[in-house]
């Protein structure tokens, strides 16, 4: 089965400060997802990469997805307060397995 | 366009005792997933249903259920709970079954067993 990593599991930030999540699978990434949580709410859609090399953007986060499709990333530049929560990135298994796994999350506290 | 609400948002039930959660889902969502978040275990998928059928199942006992109905909404059900049932249930809707497709999250409903 598939299994995501995320890395760092929590982060501390100043604002102002770039920072960069990492998701990586054990196994090619056919769909991968990135999410916002604040605690114990729902999850808030952020981006969606489907290709490798692939990048997008929206304000000031950025996600990509690696060239062989294993590995993901999500940066945020210039942080503020309204960025902290749980960050998800979620996988879609392939083929007919369309569900989508979970990373463990990553905690950003931003400190004004 | 409304978002994807669920009911109720809590609910504290005793061990033995069954719940039904409900989803509505974005309007022209036809596919509705369910999941299970846990701190320990994190968000577990529990089903997904398109079209009144059920397209895939995580690893969860013959305790969890669910349905779907023609209007998209969806319900799930969770039989004779156990003090581990307690977790904060998130449904997710998206235009269509397979993937590719954005899904979209509810508020969830935070189930207390006790």
């Known amino acids: 089965s598939q299994e995501l990593e995320q890395s760092p599991q929590s982060l501390i930030v100043q604002e102002g400060k770039n920072l960069t999540i990492n998701c990586t699978s054990s196994?090619?990434?056919?769909?991968l997802y990135w999410y916002k949580q604040k605690y114990g709410e729902g999850l808030i859609f952020l981006m969606m990469?489907?290709?490798?090399?692939e990048e997008k953007s929206h304000e000031k986060i950025t996600a990509k997805l690696d060239e062989k499709k294993q590995q993901s990333s999500l940066h945020i530049t210039a942080s503020q307060p309204s960025h902290a929560g749980i960050y998800l990135c979620g996988a879609e298994g392939g083929g007919s397995n369309y569900k989508l796994t979970f990373g463990k999350g990553t905690l950003l506290t931003v400190n004004p | 366009k409304a978002g994807v609400t669920q009911t109720p948002r809590y609910l504290i039930k005793t061990r033995g005792q069954q719940v039904t959660l409900s989803c509505s889902p974005i309007s022209g969502h036809r596919s509705v997933s369910w999941y299970q978040q846990t701190p320990g275990q994190g968000l577990q998928f529990l089903f997904e249903?398109?079209?009144?059928?059920?397209?895939n199942k995580g690893n969860f006992p013959g305790r969890f259920s669910g349905r779907q109905f023609s209007n998209s909404r969806s319900e799930m059900n969770v039989s004779t709970l156990e003090l581990g049932d307690s977790a904060l249930y998130l449904c997710?809707?998206?235009?269509?079954?397979?993937?590719?497709?954005?899904?979209?999250f509810g508020p969830g409903t935070r189930l207390t067993v006790l």
């Open positions: 990469l489907q290709k490798g090399g």
């Open positions: 196994k090619t990434l056919y769909g």
């Open positions: 997710a809707s998206s235009l269509f079954a397979g993937g590719g497709n954005e899904q979209f």
């Open positions: 249903y398109f079209s009144e059928t059920q397209r």
